[in-house]
Every structure is written in structure tokens, then in C-alpha cells.
């Protein structure tokens, strides 16, 4: 074996495999008073930003939201906790929810998925 393939191989073993996780629910998004407010992470929320907040993800996971009335999605990154009603699983940003055909709704099914490593 040459030195290239052994050095490519231990590239690959060191790369651990991602497995993607995909859940249901309801999505919602924020009330307008929350403009400015800081978030659970210490962000401050704002409405054009494609944030989220999520019950137990981690702050910083890329969350993938789809519509499932339209099959719409948008990528957003969670930085923020909740929310808290029954059968919600993700609570989007304005911009966010506009850009799934979420906002005129107010709550929407969905289907959120995210990377584990």
C-alpha cells in the first residue's frame, strides 16, 4: 500500500458516521413581542434571522423544517428553548415560518430533521 491510501484510510476512520433523525409534530413560530428579547442561548431574537427554538436540541444544530400541508422547508439553527404546547415540537423565527407558508397558519404540521454524529 502507498503512503497516500494508508493516509486516506485513516482519514475515513476517523470520520465518524452521521445519522439523520427525523421527528413529527406541530410547528409554531414566535410572537412579535419577542423582537430583541435575548433567548435561552443569550442570542438576541430577531424575526429575519432563521433561528428556532427546540425543548432538548443542542444550541447550534441545523434543524430542517418541512410543512407537511405543503412540503415546503427552510433550514434554521436552534438557539433557543420551547416551545411548550402540547404536540409542538419547533417554534420558528418569522422569517422562517414565511418562508414555509407557516405564518398566515399560526401552527402547522411538520416534520423536523437534524444530524446526529
Avoid: Q, W
Avoid at 427546540?54 to 436552534?78: A, C, D, M, R, Y
Amino acid at each position: 500500500m502507498g503512503l497516500l491510501t494508508v493516509v486516506l484510510l485513516n482519514i475515513l476512520t476517523l470520520t465518524a458516521p452521521v445519522d439523520s433523525i427525523s421527528k413529527t409534530g406541530k410547528a409554531t413560530y414566535y410572537a412579535k413581542k419577542f423582537e430583541g428579547r435575548k433567548t435561552t442561548s443569550g442570542a438576541v431574537y430577531r424575526a429575519n434571522k432563521f433561528t428556532a427554538a427546540h425543548k432538548t436540541l443542542p444550541f447550534g444544530t441545523e434543524v430542517t423544517v418541512t410543512n407537511l400541508n405543503n412540503n415546503k422547508s427552510v433550514t434554521v439553527v436552534i438557539n433557543d428553548r420551547g416551545p411548550f404546547g402540547k404536540g409542538l415540537i419547533i417554534d420558528l423565527s418569522v422569517i422562517a415560518a414565511k418562508e414555509i407558508g407557516l405564518y398566515s397558519k399560526g401552527i402547522v404540521p411538520c416534520k423536523i430533521t437534524y444530524e446526529v454524529p
